[in-house]
């Protein structure tokens, strides 16, 4: 059968068969850690990164998982080995990889009374995830500012990359309303500082210094973090700090990062361009350097990508990212 | 067969099969409204304004889901139906309805291409539910104020009852940490007022009237305002008022209230008690007047419940409720 | 000569020349406060009331103006004579009055080291305000929420008509980008309370009791005022209440009011239909109700106008209200 | 004829008639961006710093105006060169630079059916500024800070130097109420944050290093920036940080910025003296230093404009700047 | 002897010996509960009131004192018999009743080993807290607000009447820097909220209904509750109500209570008079029934003490109240 | 006699009779200011740093003290003189500096018409305040976040080191409720940030950096500050920071500083442990430092302490630091 499988509490089943009981902490409370990766080539990018940052959060929300990260990863390379023949030749693997403390409680004699952590790691091409993105690399997209507000880290931490996140689809709603084809939200948290997006980070440059948001009410990104690496490589100076709207109004440049996509450059706010409108100097010198260090250039990448899936109907823009 | 059945989008499937795929956006976001119900006497109690709840949350989530309260309501029904033979004679009825918009768009070829909303209805017995609690009713339980402050109604609105909860849990985690075994968490909202337990919502009763929170921060649970009702029929005058820790302080009883154990005395916070420290007189008035209404001893019944499932391995205390 | 003219400081001169220096305070801190009336049948409504505001307004401000209210009410009633005879059969007299500390004393040698506080009194048809609303009346607007949030009242008081409302502005701007084109401003407050709109009030009618946002952070207009009159009339409840998205959105019907267009019927929120999505009952019998009161139908006489002026090139909708 | 005159929408106009339509949204909502520098030896200083900031603001606001900086630039010199003939050998020309997105649409047709953005440009001696300063340089002033708090960024940028400050004004009379007669306003931002004085820049200085808010909830001067400069001409420190009361009560020494004045000394803050409670030996240092770089002695040039205008009335405290 | 006496853990003791240790809690944290009372014509007013406030503060606090409401009332009266043949005719009884948990545990040793809760009753003639206030009832106070706000209740709870209370002497001071020597701080709480006064509560009065702020960031006063008793007896309306500084701005009249000297007329804001600058009609009702009802002539009784003590050296202000 | 005594306004008196009026500003509103020291081999350590912050406070307080910091010095030598000879050999001197305004304006007729500042100097056995702490530096404690939040320093500025903490006592009585006898309280502010324990400071070390959180909403220890200066000495990077509860899960190591027990290590938090739950490498080095720069073994001698006292009762928990 070409069914790709899903590892899913110690069995491998197929992909459409990995589900979560309706009883699980993740289905009641969004009560579940994850991660999402991706390969350049076949091979998985800064995988050690993500699942530290996923055992982070276990401990915190004490999820009994009884596992080590090496066990982890090794189950990670497993289902990539056993899903790669349904790859084609130009795919990526993009794994998601979801634990949860199980059922409740409550519920354990459904399961005949032994309830475990919930641990899944599936593993799809990374295609799906960068439908239509390919043209945005030329004329960057538009941020725009919705009224929801990114929930600060005092009540839920997004640093701990959890399941709660119903406000990231109410502004991806609201921003999906507004006129043009290009938008993107950009969340401001409580204070009205600049946060994240819907799923990924943000950077401005100005005067050829990068700046990104204090890693406060935001979940601190691998690829946030892989452009502090790429900066120092390519001699430039990166910051965090607290950014206001108004600097993004009278930055540079500007860019989204996320895992599937990379860098996405901005290149304007509520319409108004952000420097000349174009695409950054310093946002394409980051996004040449990175497919250097991967071996693949991740844009032509993507576009290729796109030509391949272009007959797929667009989902409404709130269920997008 | 013996085993309980679930209503998994037009099909009626074993409760243990009732799953949710990993790429729906209830999983992906905690994006998923829901209701929970009970039966008094095998008669769903309030059923309909649990289900206008729900179709409220889903009109905000605009979420397409193809089908009015009526036809939901039929559904409910005949899951009752075809489980009861599985139920003994006292075994109440709890429902637990889910709805999500379904997969992300993204993975639609996972499923043919074609996605729709997710619509659960499970129904299994009350008495798993309230495992532990018939005592509570003796002695009361003592409210605690975790750190963990509830989410406010501008940053994810609690009155739609979503699945974005994980600070329940961490709520639930922290007062497990507290010396005692009669704690419920009790939580303040960002202005410091009283907000919600995790899962239930909370009374006071001063001088013989009763208030409970403005409806702002919470769930406007049913049965709260069942206890307007109640109040009502015994000439009380229940008010929303906004409420501070030291109105608990002073208050000369106190109470909790949600679906499966309708009202749960309250009779210290912070181990301070609360009056005479013993389960208050209006609160047992509201007992009683809410157990000759539906015909049922709720205590009574519980205590049986309990006694029937006391050799079931206790939960840990953050995934009691 | 045919040209309206304005009570500037104790002349009467032609609109155009309408002038305030820009050294007068109300340009260089937005430190002036202000009123606009209208009449029905040319008859004033609530001028006193208005005057009133006025004067608590001047007060507060310690605006030394050498007047008192029957002064000034006597100037708006010779202003409106003086150009009565410009203004149509059916046209109604909209009054601005406008009062600010006069020039910085800095700049009083540019005056001939006399500088006194500046009072207006300008006078022009309604019609010319009402542009395009007449088709609003049968279909509703839409209520968006922008990310601009109101200033609250600790920080500049709305209560005191003034003029320092640059965020109006911003929130037009924003609102003139979303898709559809009868959206309508509702800005929340810092707490995430409804406020008002850039320039109205707003109501909601639930189970046929009124609600209108608490008098805090928003304009007390005379008009939302009158509701309450109205609503008395009418034996109906009206009250003032903090108000959340929530409420909008499980509403039954909404409205906005303001001087030149009274009340106007809000059919959606965010696109999502309020009610049924059409014009509330109330809101007809409100409407209804005043138009009886004034001997003016309301709506009719503004698609009166709108015919009238329909030859007049729309403005941008950030210059709307 | 013998008065200044002013640029105002390109005409040359005696500067009394330098006014701006009732209709004008400066007027309407205090939307107006401006700017106000001053020559030193008759020579602009930083004009192309004020500009920039001029057109940022002009951008985020939307206002159509349709010039480049470039051409703005040129029109402020040809307004010095008409007027420098009215100005003595001493005076410094202090430019007024005013830009609003002009009348309201729907009273275009008091204008003709024309609507054009508003664009002032005046030009006074700098002496009617520092009216009554000379002698604080030798005393400093006392900083005050009053109930009224800055408002954040966030509700309305104060980066954008715009015109809706009443705030501003309701801080100076708040202050005027103080005892003694060289009393500062010092805002808070609603953190607590020294922001900003009512049209100036804060700065302490504490074992020889400079300090200032956080470019934040302040308007980010153009005297403040040139601290900066100034301080690395010194070999000193000068850093940005979120500065409490109590950094300026344990603070060596203090200073306003702003640009008629340059620096002034603040030597106590509530009536408690700052250090010794004399002028700082930094603060003499920078004055000296601007004094170099300019080639004028900026405090004497203040001494004798003050001398040249001691018959002037004093205006009430809170007109003064 | 001729020394007023004090009763201190269990001893009467010469007033100037009415000591704390160093090492108790109250002088370590402010960690100390107390009441003032007063006597008319000799008779405590609302002891039992005060008592029962303090003993829930004991509770909140977990004071271990072992004494019962009762017992307390009998010492309270026990060291009024042993001082009045110090008292003159005319003077009332004012009493001070301190309660602490006592010296910290590890300073145990310097008590032999024992430690207790400390309890004070000091009695002191009521004409000493009255000083200078007779003239005020004739011109009313003028209510500043400080930059100071109140400490919130979620921080600190002012309805515990606790010694944590700096920020009221912050407040002092700062009022005392104003012109004039009537002014009596008002604070606002950190919502923009009037509060209460450093010592005292505020009421306005509007339409002739009385409001007071919600008993939330206040001191809910003995005094406070008995204008709900006067208002009742006069067929006025009194509420409580989140008021602003505009609602102080336009109301009719207002004044502050407590305890020593009941009701004081307040005349205006920040020297804006409060309606028409008078002591109001209201006020002067009030002030009549509470001298009928307790057979004291309030204003008279206090201008006859002023008299008595005229010669006595007037204290800063801030040491005032 | 073989008494300890304190210096009091003046006066030698014994230990036991170092006792404040109840009329004394202190014990009114908790409005004093004091300093608690300690000696290393009976050398006192830091003592001008103590006594100079001593005196920034008295300034902003405006606590008329006629004394020089030199004078107050002089006098703490003398009190430890003539305690030594009621001191072990090992003891270390303890000194408690208190400073107040002294009693209220209005009593003064009880202190002869005279009211001066109250000053208390105190010296005890440093090994009175370590009791039970000994074991602590092999485990580490274990931190705890209780609901009770820090007062923010724009209400009660903590770098004034005030006696207004009746919030300490409120959050120690909270942890005193948690399981496990190895708590300490850990604060947050309003904003979510860490600020102190109740009488300590907290660090965290994160890849051999150290991080304190920023001096905001916190009393600046002089331990925290020697911190500084040992990582200097130790070739250590330490860095102020605005610090959230995940830094502290996901940190390596930490500890608190106060000074009677210079580093206690902190091994958990919630019960999670930070690191590998044992104490840390720096935190013992940091330790090590600071025990030879004094040339006492910290731990050794609290050891020692601790078994010269364990015959002594154990304090409530609430009622220990």
């Given at each position: 059968?070409?069914?790709?499988?899903?590892?899913?509490?110690?069995?491998?089943?197929?992909?459409?068969?990995?589900?979560?009981?309706?009883?699980?902490?993740?289905?009641?409370?969004?009560?579940?850690?994850?991660?999402?990766?991706?390969?350049?080539?076949?091979?998985?990018?800064?995988?050690?990164?993500?699942?530290?940052?996923?055992?982070?959060?276990?401990?915190?929300?004490r999820i009994p998982l009884d596992m080590t990260i090496e066990d982890l990863e090794v189950i990670c390379y497993q289902v990539?080995?056993?899903?790669?023949?349904?790859?084609?030749?130009?795919?990526?693997?993009?794994?998601?990889?979801?634990?949860?403390?199980?059922?409740?409680?409550?519920?354990?004699?459904?399961?005949?009374?032994?309830?475990?952590?919930?641990?899944?790691?599936?593993?799809?091409p990374l295609k799906w995830t960068v439908v239509g993105m390919g043209k945005l690399y030329d004329t960057g997209v538009n941020?725009?500012?919705?009224?929801?507000?990114?929930?600060?880290?005092?009540?839920?931490?997004?640093?701990?990359?959890?399941?709660?996140?119903?406000?990231?689809?109410?502004?991806?709603?609201?921003?999906?309303?507004?006129?043009?084809?290009?938008?993107?939200?950009?969340?401001?948290?409580?204070?009205?500082?600049?946060?994240?997006?819907?799923?990924?980070?943000?950077?401005?440059?100005?005067?050829?210094?990068?700046?990104?948001?204090?890693?406060?009410?935001?979940?601190?990104?691998?690829?946030?973090?892989?452009?502090?690496?790429?900066?120092?490589?390519?001699?430039?100076?990166?910051?965090?700090?607290?950014?206001?709207?108004?600097?993004?109004?009278?930055?540079?440049?500007?860019?989204?990062?996320?895992?599937?996509?990379?860098?996405?450059?901005?290149?304007?706010?509520?319409?108004?361009?952000?420097?000349?409108?174009?695409?950054?100097?310093?946002?394409?010198?980051?996004?040449?350097?990175?497919?250097?260090?991967?071996?693949?250039d991740i844009v032509e990448q993507i576009k290729l990508f796109n030509k391949e899936l272009e007959k797929v109907e667009g989902?409404?823009?709130?269920?997008?990212?």
């Amino acid at each position: 059968m070409n069914q790709r499988i899903v590892y899913l509490n110690g069995e491998f089943v197929p992909e459409k068969d990995a589900k979560i009981s309706i009883y699980d902490s993740a289905l009641m409370f969004g009560d579940m850690v994850f991660e999402m990766t991706r390969s350049f080539n076949k091979k998985q990018f800064k995988l050690r990164e993500h699942l530290e940052r996923l055992f982070a959060g276990i401990r915190i929300l004490r999820i009994p998982l009884d596992m080590t990260i090496e066990d982890l990863e090794v189950i990670c390379y497993q289902v990539i080995e056993k899903n790669e023949p349904l790859f084609t030749r130009t795919d990526e693997h993009r794994l998601m990889i979801n634990v949860s403390r199980g059922p409740l409680a409550i519920y354990a004699h459904v399961f005949g009374g032994k309830i475990q952590p919930t641990l899944v790691v599936a593993d799809f091409p990374l295609k799906w995830t960068v439908v239509g993105m390919g043209k945005l690399y030329d004329t960057g997209v538009n941020a725009v500012i919705p009224s929801q507000r990114a929930v600060p880290s005092y009540l839920i931490d997004p640093k701990i990359k959890n399941r709660s996140r119903i406000y990231y689809q109410m502004a991806n709603i609201e921003v999906s309303q507004y006129k043009g084809d290009r938008n993107w939200a950009l969340l401001l948290d409580p204070d009205g500082f600049i946060a994240e997006g819907t799923g990924d980070n943000f950077f401005i440059v100005k005067n050829r210094t990068i700046y990104t948001p204090e890693g406060r009410n935001i979940l601190r990104g691998i690829s946030r973090q892989y452009i502090f690496e790429l900066a120092k490589q390519l001699n430039l100076v990166c910051l965090e700090k607290n950014l206001e709207v108004y600097d993004v109004y009278t930055a540079d440049e500007a860019f989204y990062t996320a895992t599937p996509f990379c860098i996405m450059p901005c290149t304007s706010i509520n319409n108004v361009p952000i420097g000349d409108g174009k695409v950054g100097e310093i946002t394409k010198l980051l996004l040449k350097k990175w497919s250097e260090n991967v071996g693949v250039d991740i844009v032509e990448q993507i576009k290729l990508f796109n030509k391949e899936l272009e007959k797929v109907e667009g989902p409404t823009p709130y269920q997008f990212k």
